[in-house]
T-cell receptor, first 115, second 118 residues
Framework: AQKITQTQPGMFVQEKEAVTLDCTYD???????LFWYKQPSSGEMIFLIY??????QNATEGRYSLNFQKARKSANLVISASQLGDSAMYFC????????????FGTGTRLQVFP | GAVVSQHPSWVICKSGTSVKIECRSL??????MFWYRQFPKQSLMLMAT?????????EQGVEKDKFLINHASLTLSTLTVTSAHPEDSSFYIC??????????????FGPGTRLTVL
C-alpha cells in the first residue's frame, strides 16, 4: 500500500485564487510528521510547511496552510492568493515514527498558475 | 537559512566510469545526510542515510557496492556511482538534517545533480 498518495497529477489555478493540493497518508504509528515541499523546474526542494501528528491546530506559514484531518488521514496543502511563481511540483512527505528522519514522498502534483 | 550545496550540478559520463557527487552543508554541521534519486516525472526515493563517521544505511534494493557513500566530516558527504550504466541516469538529491529547537528536525535539500550516462 502507498504510504503517501497524491491523486492529482496536475492542477491549474488562476493567479490570486486559492488552490488545494490533496495528500492522504497511511500509517499505523501514532507519531508521525507530514511535510510539503515545492520543487521548481530548477530542481531544488523547498520546504513549505510541517504538521505533527499531535499538533492540535492546522499549520500555517504565510500563504500556505495545511488542512489536517487526522481521522481521514489527509493533509491537504492550501495555497492562498496564488502567484505565477507558485508554478512548480509539490510533494507531500511523511516521517513515520519519532526515531527516524526518513521521509517518504508522494508522487507529486504539478501546479500551473495562469494569469 | 541553512544552505546545502551539491557538486557538480550536472555530469555526463561514459558507461563503465565512476562518478563522485559531493553534498556540503555550508553554514551548519550535519551528522546525518540523506541521498535520494529522482527519475523523470517521478518522486524522490531515498537511497541511503549517510552518518558522519560510520557506515551508511542503505534502503532495500539499493546496491551498497555500486553507490558508495562516505561521510568524512560534519559538512561533507559524497556519493560515488561506480561503473555507471545508462540506467543509473537520474537526478540525485542530497539533504542534510538540521537540529533546531522545533518539534521536527528539518531537512534541507541540495540543488541536485543530474547524471547522464551514455
Amino acid at each position: 500500500a502507498q504510504k503517501i498518495t497524491q491523486t492529482q497529477p496536475g492542477m491549474f489555478v488562476q493567479e490570486k485564487e486559492a488552490v488545494t493540493l490533496d495528500c492522504t497518508y497511511d500509517t499505523s504509528d501514532p507519531s508521525y510528521g507530514l511535510f510539503w515541499y515545492k520543487q521548481p523546474s530548477s530542481g531544488e526542494m523547498i520546504f513549505l510547511i510541517y504538521q505533527g501528528s499531535y499538533d492540535q491546530q492546522n499549520a500555517t506559514e504565510g500563504r500556505y496552510s495545511l488542512n489536517f484531518q487526522k481521522a481521514r488521514k489527509s493533509a491537504n496543502l492550501v495555497i492562498s492568493a496564488s502567484q505565477l511563481g507558485d508554478s512548480a511540483m509539490y510533494f507531500c512527505a511523511m516521517r513515520e515514527g519519532i526515531n527516524t528522519d526518513k521521509l517518504i514522498f508522494g508522487t507529486g502534483t504539478r501546479l500551473q498558475v495562469f494569469p | 537559512g541553512a544552505v546545502v550545496s551539491q557538486h557538480p550540478s550536472w555530469v555526463i559520463c561514459k558507461s563503465g566510469t565512476s562518478v563522485k557527487i559531493e553534498c556540503r552543508s555550508l553554514d551548519f554541521q550535519a551528522t546525518t545526510m540523506f541521498w535520494y534519486r529522482q527519475f523523470p516525472k517521478q518522486s524522490l526515493m531515498l537511497m541511503a542515510t549517510s552518518n558522519e563517521g560510520s557506515k551508511a544505511t542503505y534502503e532495500q534494493g539499493v546496491e551498497k557496492d555500486k553507490f558508495l557513500i562516505n561521510h568524512a566530516s560534519l559538512t561533507l558527504s559524497t556519493l560515488t556511482v561506480t561503473s555507471a550504466h545508462p540506467e543509473d541516469s537520474s537526478f540525485y538529491i542530497c539533504s542534510a538534517r538540521l537540529f533546531r529547537d522545533r518539534a521536527y528536525n528539518e531537512q534541507f535539500f541540495g540543488p541536485g545533480t543530474r547524471l547522464t550516462v551514455l
